[in-house]
């Protein structure tokens, strides 16, 4: 009795789940930097905004121009070496995501670092959320990177909302001296499983 009692218990786990997937969709939003080609080194994405310096403001550059090449493609949200310190940011579109969903954000990132060693002379690039394009609405840091990044590496978090909505995703770059070094981001990606009904900003891919 005791088995066919567990047996049973496993069999409707087992159902339970594949109905939940079964009314799952995939999300993916994906902005590579690289539509429309780039004519000037003065545009950002569809609905990108940036706030930023005169001297080295965020745009997307050409990854040759800038100087870290890109990761996939030619081009990337970038930035030149400041003269300066710098508390600059890039803020997303807005993007549709569902209460409850865990969802993956990444993007890779290049930032090797000025000429001179030690933090200060190296840029931090801190990836928050908030609700407006704006740093004060910036309110759920997913995290901030805190050494430098020779070649392209991966940089990954996970960001679960607590409800339904639109939502932006800031970049803050923060150098605390002059000279931090050029600095390339490309292939921004949020994925997650939603659950089915409602309307959802689901499977949206920008930059090409």
Known sequence: ME??????????????????????????????????????????????????????????YAGTYVGTGAHSNNAVLGTLESMSARNDWAF?????LKKGTEYTVSYWLKAPGGQYPGDAFMTTVELKVGTAQSADAMTTSLGKTTKRYADWEQITYAFTPTEDGEYYFGFNLVTTMYKGGALGIDDFQITGDEAEGGETGGGETGGG
């Open 3 to 60: 088995i066919n009692t567990k047996f049973k218990t496993f069999a409707f786990s087992c159902a339970l789940f594949t109905a939940l997937q079964a009314n799952a969709k995939e999300f993916s939003y994906t902005e590579n930097f690289d539509e429309p080609a780039i004519t000037e080194n003065a545009d950002l994405p569809e609905g990108w905004t940036a706030v930023a310096s005169d001297y080295a403001p965020i745009m997307r």
């Open 92 to 96: 997303s579109k807005a993007i549709s």
